[in-house]
Each structure stands twice: as C-alpha cells, then as structure tokens.
C-alpha cells in the first residue's frame, strides 16, 4: 500500500508542477498591475519560476517515464495561460500595445484550437523546435518588460523591444509551420513522426 501511494505522488508531481504554473497566474497579475517597486521585483520571480516550471515538469515526466495525454495537454494550456495573463496585464499598464497582445494571443488560441482537432481523432502534436524556441523568446520578452515597468534601467527598453520583435516573428513563424504540416498531408499520421507522437 505505502509502495502504491509513493508511485502514485511521483506520478503526480509532473502535473503537479503543472498546475503550480496555473495558480501562480493569479498571482502575477495582482503584483504585476501594482505599481510598487517591490511588487514588479516579486512579479518577476513569481513569472521566471512560473517559466522554470514549464521545463521542470516535461523534464520531470520525460526522465520517470510519466508522459501522459493530460499532462501533454495541460503543459501547453498552463503556458498560454501564464502568457496571457502576462500581456494582458502589461497592457493594462500600457507597457504594451494592443496589436502585440492580439498577435500572440490569437496565435495560441489558434494553435490550441489545431491541437484539439488533431486530440479529437486520438493524436497529440507535440510542441516544435520552433515553438519552443517561440515560448522561450515570449518568457524572456514579457520578463524585459516587467523589469522596465517596474525599474525602468537606462538603455533597456531598446533591449526589451528587440527581443520582443524577436517574439513577435518566431510567434507567427510557428504559427504557420504548426498549419503548413498540419494541412500538408491529410494523414494525421504524417504530421509528426512517430516515436514523437503521444497518444
């Protein structure tokens, strides 16, 4: 029994990692709209461990062999959320412009809304090179920009603006490749290989 229950913890702690990322969401809105010094340095922490937290729970699941259909799923759900909230709230603080948020928003919705389709018939599209190299520029954009809102160092927001345009096009670039192979053969088979496939 006490075998049973300690399998059972370290089958969870991959999804569990997951979820700390959705409920630090709430979170970060709260400090990041503040407009405390203090709270934008606790925003930052709580969104690079957020971030950690989305490599920590696909290492962890890879490295134990606990890849599981709801953990693929939620993963990337876990990720848009935290972005999400992110830009948002940064725009709400004009740190932002509206275009960018609707651009990166509307690219994983839509990329979501491609994976359903692909779960619907019992196949999950795993997360390209290109999109990781994607959310990746997006975790180190959205942290620029939180330090400038809350210290604002000289020079920086050229920096924060580049890797930010960076964001932008490896964004729609993902975008485009997700739908070019995924239109490309009528094989859901053929759209990735088979030894990246979860199901």
């Known amino acids: 029994m006490a075998e049973s229950r300690g399998r059972s913890r370290h089958v969870n702690l991959p999804i569990g990692l997951t979820l700390t990322r959705i409920v630090a969401v709430p979170l970060l809105i709260v400090f990041l709209i503040s407009s405390s010094r203090v709270h934008a340095l606790i925003a930052v922490a709580i969104f690079v461990l957020a971030s950690i937290t989305d490599w920590a729970d696909g290492a962890v699941a890879r490295r134990r062999n606990q890849v599981t259909t709801l953990g693929t799923l939620l993963d990337p759900i876990a990720d848009k959320l935290l972005v999400a909230a992110a830009l948002v709230s940064l725009l709400a603080i004009d740190k932002i412009d509206a275009w960018v948020v609707v651009v990166i928003v509307g690219r994983e919705l839509a990329v979501t809304g491609l994976r359903a389709v692909a779960a619907s018939v019992g196949v999950i599209v795993p997360a390209s090179r290109l999109a990781k190299w994607k959310t990746v520029s997006q975790y180190v954009a959205i ?21 930010l345009w960076v964001a932008l096009g490896l964004t729609v670039g993902s975008a485009v490749d997700y739908f070019y192979r995924f239109f490309r053969k009528a094989d859901y088979r053929a759209i990735v290989p088979g030894e990246e496939r979860w199901s």
Do not use: N, Q, R, S
Not at 143 to 163: C, N, Q, R, S, Y
């Open 143 to 163: 942290t620029m920009l939180i330090v400038e809102k809350g210290f604002d160092p000289p020079g920086f927001h050229i920096a924060a603006a580049t890797v």
